[in-house]
C-alpha cells in the first residue's frame, strides 16, 4: 500500500556524502585519521596555498570504483574533475575540485528491504568523487569562530539516488542498505556520528498522478533516524504550503532536530551559480577496463549475495537478514557456524551471544567470546557431553574469561551423565517419592512425563543426558 499524507504522495531523493576509506587525502599525503588535534593534519594544497598543484590518490579511485561495481552501476573509464566556485570560511581555495558533467561512476541501483518483507530498487544516478570541506567551529569563543582544515581534502564519495522514494522508511532503508553495501566493502565506514556519512535529503510532494513538483534540499542530515524525520518533517510543511494557496520556493534547509522541523538556509543555488569549469591543474581521470575487472575479482562477498546463501544452508530469511546485518557479525557467525549445524549456530548467535552483547553493551568488534570458543561450545552439544542447559551455564562463564569450553565442564566437573545406572537410580528415587502421580500418569494424564523428566534432571543437577532420561523413564513408568 503506497504512503501518502493527508492524500499527498511524497517523492524523495537522497545525495548520500560518503568518505573514502584511505589514508591519505584526495590530492594531498596529508592523513585523515579522526579525532587528531585540529589542524595538524593539513598540508599546503589543503590550506589552498599558491601554486600547490594537487595529485591524485589512486586508491581514492579504486576506493569509488568498488563502490560503483556494489552498487550494480555503470563504470566510466573517463572522467573529470571540476572547479565548484563558492565563498565559505572552511574552503580556504575558494572552490572545491569535484566531478560535475563526468563522474567515475553512472547509473546504478540498489534493492531495498521494507519491514513488511518486500522489495523495491532504487535507481542510483551517480557517484562522483570531490574533496571535502574543513570545519567551521562556533563552540570554542564567545564571539569568533574557528576553522579546523584536518576535514579539507579528505576524499568525498556523492552518491545521488534517482528520486524513486516514497516514504520515510523507504528512505531510511535506501541509507541503511547504501551504508551496509560500503561497510562490507571497506569503502567507507559509515560512521554518522563522526562525519564520515552524511545526506543531504531532496523532498517534494504532488497529487498521485501529478508530475514533479518543487523540491526543498534539507542539507547534513547525520543519522538514518534523522532523514526519516526529515523527509516527514518537510513534507508536511510543504503540503501545508500548497493547501494554504501558497507555493514551495527551491531552497535548501536544515532540520532541527530538537523542535522536529526544517528551516531555511538559503536559496537552492543552480550548477550556473558555481560557474564550473574543468580543473585546470588535473588532467581526465582515464584508467582501463583490465584495472575495473581486477578490482571487480577481488570484491568481498556482498550482503545480498551472503543473505541467500545463508538460506540455502537452512537459515530462515530473518535469521540470515540480521546475520549479514554487519559485516563483522557476518564473518563472526561463520566462524562459529564452519563444520557445523548452521541453525543452532545462528540460534546462538542471534540468541545467547547478542542478548550478552546488548547486556554488556558490546558489540561484535570487541566481543567478549571468541567465535572459536562458541564454536566449541556448541561441539560439546553435539557430541553430547553437555547438555543444552548446560552449555547456557558455560557460556556464562565464558563471558567472563573467554575461556576454552572444554576446560570449563571438566574442571567444574558438568560432563553430561551416560552412566544408565545412575540415572536409573535417579529415576527410582522420584518416582518412589511420587507413587499419587505415577498413579496417575498411568491412570492417563500423559502430560505428568514432563514433571518426571524435570525432577530426574533436577535430582541429578541438570546433568542427565535429557535422552536417556526420557528413555529409561518411559520404560519404567510404562513397566
Given at each position: 500500500?503506497?504512503?501518502?499524507?493527508?492524500?499527498?504522495?511524497?517523492?524523495?531523493?537522497?545525495?548520500?556524502?560518503?568518505?573514502?576509506t584511505s589514508q591519505a587525502k584526495l590530492f594531498s599525503g596529508a592523513a585523515t585519521a579522526f579525532g587528531a588535534?585540529?589542524?595538524?593534519?593539513?598540508?599546503?594544497?589543503?590550506?589552498?596555498?599558491?601554486?600547490?598543484?594537487?595529485?591524485i590518490n589512486g586508491e581514492c579511485v579504486a576506493q569509488a570504483v568498488r563502490t560503483g561495481l556494489g552498487l550494480n552501476a555503470e563504470i566510466h573509464l573517463w572522467s573529470r574533475f571540476d572547479r565548484k566556485n563558492y565563498f565559505y570560511a572552511d574552503l580556504p581555495q575558494g572552490y572545491q575540485i569535484s566531478q560535475f558533467a563526468h563522474p567515475i561512476v553512472g547509473k546504478g541501483e540498489v534493492e531495498i528491504t521494507l519491514a513488511d518483507g518486500t522489495t523495491k530498487t532504487v535507481g542510483i544516478t551517480r557517484l562522483h568523487l570531490e574533496q571535502d570541506a574543513g570545519k567551521s567551529l562556533h563552540d570554542q569563543h564567545a564571539t569568533k569562530s574557528f576553522i579546523d582544515l584536518n576535514r579539507s581534502g579528505v576524499a568525498l564519495m556523492e552518491i545521488v539516488s534517482e528520486p524513486d522514494m516514497r516514504s520515510p522508511e523507504e528512505a531510511g532503508a535506501y541509507l541503511t542498505k547504501l551504508r551496509q553495501i560500503m561497510r562490507y566493502l571497506g569503502?567507507?565506514?559509515?560512521?554518522?556520528?563522526?562525519?564520515?556519512?552524511?545526506?543531504?535529503?531532496n523532498v517534494s510532494v504532488?497529487?498521485?498522478?501529478?508530475?514533479?513538483?518543487?523540491?526543498?534540499?534539507?542539507?547534513?542530515?547525520?543519522?538514518?533516524?534523522f532523514v526519516m524525520q526529515a523527509v516527514e518533517a518537510e513534507a508536511r510543511r510543504q503540503i501545508e504550503v500548497w493547501?494554504?494557496?501558497?507555493?514551495?520556493d527551491q531552497e535548501t534547509r536544515l532540520f532541527d532536530t530538537g523542535r522536529g522541523v526544517t528551516r531555511s538556509m538559503r536559496s537552492k543555488e543552480d550548477a550556473h551559480d558555481y560557474r564550473y569549469f574543468p580543473d585546470p591543474d588535473l588532467p581526465p581521470l582515464v584508467f582501463t577496463k583490465d584495472f575495473v575487472d581486477g578490482l571487480k575479482a577481488a570484491l568481498p562477498e556482498l550482503p545480498d549475495a551472503r543473505r541467500a546463501r545463508y538460506v540455502a544452508m537452512g537459515l530462515s530469511p530473518y535469521d540470515a537478514h540480521v546475520l549479514t546485518l554487519e559485516k563483522d557479525t557476518a564473518v563472526f557467525f561463520e566462524e562459529v557456524a564452519g563444520g557445523r549445524d548452521a541453525k543452532l549456530a545462528a540460534n546462538w548467535v542471534t540468541g545467547d551471544y547478542f542478548a550478552a552483547l546488548n547486556r554488556l553493551k558490546r558489540d561484535v568488534s570487541d566481543s567478549p567470546v571468541s567465535a572459536r570458543h562458541l564454536g566449541r561450545l556448541l561441539d560439546l552439544i553435539a557430541d553430547g557431553t553437555i547438555s543444552g542447559k548446560i552449555a547456557k551455564d558455560v557460556f556464562e562463564i565464558m563471558l567472563e574469561a573467554d575461556e576454552d569450553p572444554a576446560s570449563i565442564v571438566e574442571s567444574r566437573g558438568l560432563k553430561q551423565v551416560k552412566d544408565t545406572g545412575a540415572i536409573e537410580a535417579a529415576a527410582d528415587a522420584v518416582l518412589a517419592a511420587n507413587a499419587d502421580k505415577v498413579a496417575e500418569f498411568r491412570s492417563g494424564k500423559d502430560k505428568l512425563f514432563g514433571f518426571f523428566v524435570g525432577q530426574v534432571m533436577k535430582a541429578m543437577q541438570g546433568k542427565g543426558n535429557p535422552a536417556l532420561v526420557n528413555e529409561v523413564l518411559k520404560a519404567k513408568l510404562q513397566g
Open positions: 500500500m503506497s504512503y501518502t499524507i493527508d492524500g499527498w504522495e511524497l517523492v524523495i531523493g537522497l545525495e548520500v556524502h560518503a568518505q573514502v588535534a585540529p589542524n595538524s593534519q593539513v598540508s599546503f594544497v589543503d590550506a589552498g596555498m599558491p601554486g600547490m598543484l594537487p595529485v569503502t567507507c565506514d559509515g560512521n554518522m556520528d563522526e562525519g564520515s556519512l552524511r545526506a543531504d535529503v504532488r497529487k498521485p498522478g501529478e508530475g514533479f513538483r518543487t523540491r526543498c534540499e534539507v542539507k547534513n542530515v547525520n543519522s538514518i533516524r493547501e494554504s494557496g501558497g507555493t514551495v
